[in-house]
């Protein structure tokens, strides 16, 4: 059974940091390209960071780049984002996505991230 746990989220004042994990199961992680996505309220989901499967490759959105850093452990099954210099513009679902092909791709059940004062 495949499974994609993210943790991490929670209320953090603007400036503030967070570090994201998912957890996979279910799978072989180190196949798998990694991405995080986020969705505010109203709005559609958007690409936040991605990491190919070795971990050799990222891809950040420009909104979030030089402040956010994406990483995975393909023997803990796990893939991070670390989150700094939070902006309430950052307050979203975060998701993790796991993607092989168009019809082996996966994805987690979010993690709530508020940034508030």
């Known amino acids: 059974q495949v499974q994609l746990v993210e943790s991490g989220g929670g209320l953090v004042q603007p400036g503030g940091s967070l570090r994201l994990s998912c957890t996979a199961s279910?799978?072989?992680?180190?196949?798998?390209?990694m991405s995080w996505y986020r969705q505010a309220p109203g709005k559609g989901r958007e690409l936040v960071a991605a990491?190919?499967?070795?971990?050799?490759?990222?891809t950040y959105a420009d909104s979030v780049k030089g402040r956010f850093t994406i990483s995975r452990d393909n023997v803990k099954n796990t893939m991070y984002l670390q989150m700094n210099s939070l902006k309430p513009e950052d307050t979203a679902a975060y998701y993790c996505?796991?993607?092989?092909?168009?019809?082996?791709?996966?994805w987690g059940q979010g993690t709530q991230v508020t940034v508030s004062s």
């Open positions: 990491i190919t499967e070795l971990g050799g490759d990222t």
């Open positions: 996505n796991a993607r092989r092909s168009a019809w082996q791709a996966y």
């Open positions: 279910g799978f072989t992680f180190s196949d798998y390209t």
